[in-house]
């Protein structure tokens, strides 16, 4: 269900214009319809098992802060809900990590680098806080769904 731009009455995502005030749909269902497509991912909760998933949220949650992806799997080794996070979350800190030296490198080269750099530096940061929040909310609903773009890289299993 998408929102009306003028009213703010839900409508369906499929019509041309509101039934409550007759304005036009097209922006907002536009980006409802893009936010609901980058956050359709593959959901594998049923193959874990609920009791592990109620006892290791807090270990999943951890895995999206930095570093601290390497607690999970340490403090947590039986856990297949806790190393599952733990391996998107250390997806999520290599994806950071080589950004980061690209962006650096980028930097390098006088002006257009700094420009370039700064606005891919920049956005590139943002891409990583959207994707640490999405992987925060998943772990704290009991959720394992993959993070969008680089959540179907397994490196622990």
């Known amino acids: 269900m998408a929102l009306c731009n003028k009213c703010g009455q839900q409508i369906d995502d499929n019509v041309q214009t509101c039934p409550y005030c007759g304005a036009p749909n097209g922006v907002a269902g536009n980006a409802q319809n893009f936010v609901n497509n980058f956050t359709n991912t593959a959901d594998s909760t049923a193959q874990f098992d609920p009791q592990d998933i109620q006892n290791n949220k807090a270990m999943a949650l951890l895995a999206y ?17 806790a190393r599952y996070h733990a391996n998107q979350g250390l997806v999520l800190f290599i994806f950071e990590a080589i950004a980061g030296v690209v962006t650096g490198i980028i930097c390098v080269i006088p002006l257009v680098g700094w420009i370039i750099g700064g606005i891919l530096s920049s956005a590139v940061g943002i891409f990583g806080l959207v994707l640490t929040i999405l992987g925060i909310v998943n772990a704290v609903n009991g959720q394992a769904k993959q993070l969008p773009l680089i959540g179907g890289i397994t490196i622990l299993k």
Do not use: Q
């Open 65 to 81: 802060l930095g570093f601290l992806f390497l607690i999970p799997p340490l403090a947590a080794p039986n856990s297949r809900f």
